[in-house]
């Protein structure tokens, strides 16, 4: 018998995807999208499976058109594609079609990716522990009316949450001088800013970001023994791979 969460996928498959062998925990698809210019991607050729109740996909052949692994293209170290957080669980027939529009932005995402190096701006999340801290800084963020300062420190590495790090302390994560006014705007209801010991304990942004930051790190060393597939422009992997050029000159 099917999976409950394969089964709904395989009802709902979208124009732009296509069946090609559904087994029992496995299905096989072919994937043509349209791109905003009006002109067809690659041919994706993807197989999504269903293991220990979270689905997965990845392509049919690892490394046929993308590569084998790259987290800056969200493609993880066995080849499956990170969709979002916890995007794989608890998939039924009232979210399946939400599976299949985040699976439709990635495949977009792959295609850019693939001619400019980069990754579209405003289409992911954190690596690892990193997007859960980084969800819980947005809504602190907001509801300190700084979402777009919080955003413009995740992606620019620019303003006020941004200017507010160098304010840490690095061994307590916290912000100094906690009897003074949070540099991130948080204000009681009457009006009044609220102090930085005050913020600390509904959600800092600023110290969220810390947070947010010191997890990425961590994340890049966990993953400093994989090879950097070179596709994209900018990724931390390239300082820990050698070189074709360095190789063959040893």
Known sequence: ?????????????????????????????????????????????????????????????????????????????????????RAGEGIDSATAATWWTKLHAFLLCQETAAEAGLWPPGSQLSHG??????????????????GAAYRDAVEFDIGPIAVGLSKINKMTGRLRNGRSSCLCGRKHRTGKPLLRRECHGLGCPIELEFKRRAAVDWFWRSMSNLPCCGTMLACPLKATTPSTLSTLDN
């Not at 018998?1 to 925990?25: C, F, H, K, S």
């Not at 522990?129 to 700084?146: F, S, V």
Request: hydrophobic share 50%; net charge negative.
């Open 1 to 85: 018998m099917m999976p409950v969460a394969l089964d709904a996928i395989v009802d709902t498959v979208p124009p732009w995807a296509e069946l090609r062998r559904i087994g029992a925990r496995a299905a096989e698809v072919d994937a043509v999208l349209v791109r905003s210019s009006g002109a067809f991607t690659r041919l994706f050729e993807l197989e999504v499976q269903h293991l220990a109740d979270e689905v997965s996909v990845y392509e049919r052949v690892r490394g046929k058109i993308l590569p084998r692994c790259c987290p800056e293209r969200h493609i993880n170290a066995d080849g499956s594609f990170c969709l979002g957080l």
């Open 129 to 146: 522990d990193a997007g859960d801290i980084e969800l819980l800084a947005e809504q602190a963020a907001a509801e300190a009316g700084a």
